[in-house]
């Protein structure tokens, strides 16, 4: 584990940049789940996550001759906000290789803090062996997200944070991706108080740690595929597997249809935004993916908040369709004066709004002198679309629904 003298001292470096994120108590995820969960509010930190402290204490440590060549980090959008916000402190050059499907937001976020940002590759770990490459062609200083001691000292931080607020959790739940936040944070929480349960928690589409843990030895993933972008990594560090493995209780998975649910909550709910990495812990507690008792005290780590706006759009859109607040109807009317007044007159009756309508007479699907309605409407909530299916069916409309 990481000596918990070098999280400290990191604590120390970092006081006067990274901002101490609140740790408070979520009150509509505890009564969701019976337990009391805290969020530890990364989301919130200068760059939108947690990685800004990895990235600065590195980057302080190194000597006035490294600096001065410039810094390179591999990133799909985090770490390089971090490493571009601290190579800004220090007046550095930097440059970021990003992967190609790295979203808007954190291309532009990394551009806008004056680093130089190079797409490559299909996922981090080509993005991570093109900038290894690079800085040697370059003769750039490479700052690992996750696998150098410096930096997984720097997000070790974050476990003192919460001790320093709350020092009776009983469980800290940390989503992992490459697994420097939680070797940091583990290797704190375990010699601070041995007690306290770690679970860590990995994307579905991205299992390659949680596969080495159950088999306690190296397990890279063929391939990965993940909203959660920020956990999306292929290969597996050992040494943050030895991490991992001494300081770890247990790893759990999440899937996308989870991880979206948690950010979703989140956002309506909490008042807060968060990507799918940061949501990937309060997927884990939302679903019980782990046994806790009544009142539990659970901590957990919102890691990062940089979400793209079109995915976000998105997973409120299914969001409500899931939730029973929309629902898309395929319906076939006779094509005369009156048809559509009169199928409009029933959604009034039902107090169904319609927020979106398209009318096709022209497909070749449809039998001549009918019209095909697709129609979106606001409903509020099972029993209410119960009602407007019953009431198309008294009417003999024939319809079918669209998820």
Do not use: W
Request: charged share 20%; proline share 3%.
């Amino acid at each position: 584990m990481i000596a918990l003298s070098e999280i400290v001292k990191a604590k120390r470096q970092i006081s006067t940049t990274a901002i101490k994120t609140p740790c408070a108590l979520a009150p509509l995820l505890s009564l969701e789940v019976g337990a009391e969960v805290y969020l530890k509010k990364e989301n919130l930190q200068i760059t939108g996550a947690y990685k800004l402290r990895g990235a600065y204490n590195k980057i302080a440590s190194l000597s006035e001759e490294e600096r001065m060549r410039g810094v390179i980090a591999a990133s799909a959008g985090n770490h390089a906000q971090g490493v571009a916000y601290s190579a800004r402190s220090f007046g550095i050059k930097a440059t970021i290789i990003m992967p190609e499907a790295t979203p808007l937001l954190k291309v532009t976020g990394t551009k806008d803090l004056g680093a130089e940002v190079i797409l490559h590759g299909d996922n981090y770990d080509e993005a991570y062996a093109y900038a290894l490459s690079y800085a040697k062609d370059h003769g750039l200083t490479f700052i690992h997200p996750f696998e150098d001691p410096s930096v997984i000292a720097g997000q070790g931080t974050v476990a003192l944070e919460m001790f320093d607020e709350m020092n009776d959790l009983d469980v800290i739940v940390i989503p992992i991706g490459g697994g420097g936040l939680i070797s940091g944070m583990s290797s704190a929480i375990k010699q601070i108080d041995p007690k306290v349960r770690v679970i860590g928690v990995c994307a579905t589409g991205a299992p390659a740690m949680y596969e080495s843990f159950q088999a306690k030895k190296a397990m890279n993933s063929k391939s990965v595929r993940t909203i959660a972008d920020g956990i999306a990594v292929r290969d597996v560090s050992e040494s943050n597997l030895a991490h991992i493995l001494e300081c770890v209780d247990e790893i759990v998975l999440v899937d996308d249809e989870e991880i979206a649910a948690a950010i979703l909550f989140l956002l309506e709910r909490q008042k807060l935004v968060v990507e799918g990495g940061g949501a990937a812990g309060v997927a884990a507690i939302m679903h019980q993916k782990f046994h806790f008792e009544k009142n539990t005290k659970i901590g957990t780590v919102l890691s990062g908040g940089n979400i793209d706006v079109q995915m976000l759009s998105i997973i409120i859109e299914k969001g409500l369709i899931k939730s029973h607040r929309k629902m898309k109807l395929v319906i076939t009317l006779i094509d005369k004066p009156g048809s559509l007044m009169r199928l409009t007159d029933l959604f009034k009756n039902a107090n169904a709004n319609i927020i979106q309508i398209d009318y096709d007479r022209f497909s070749t699907k449809l039998s001549y002198g009918d019209a095909q309605i697709t129609i979106m409407l606001e409903t509020k909530g099972v029993e209410h679309q119960a009602q407007i299916r019953a009431l198309l069916k008294n009417a003999g409309y024939p319809f079918k629904e669209e998820l």
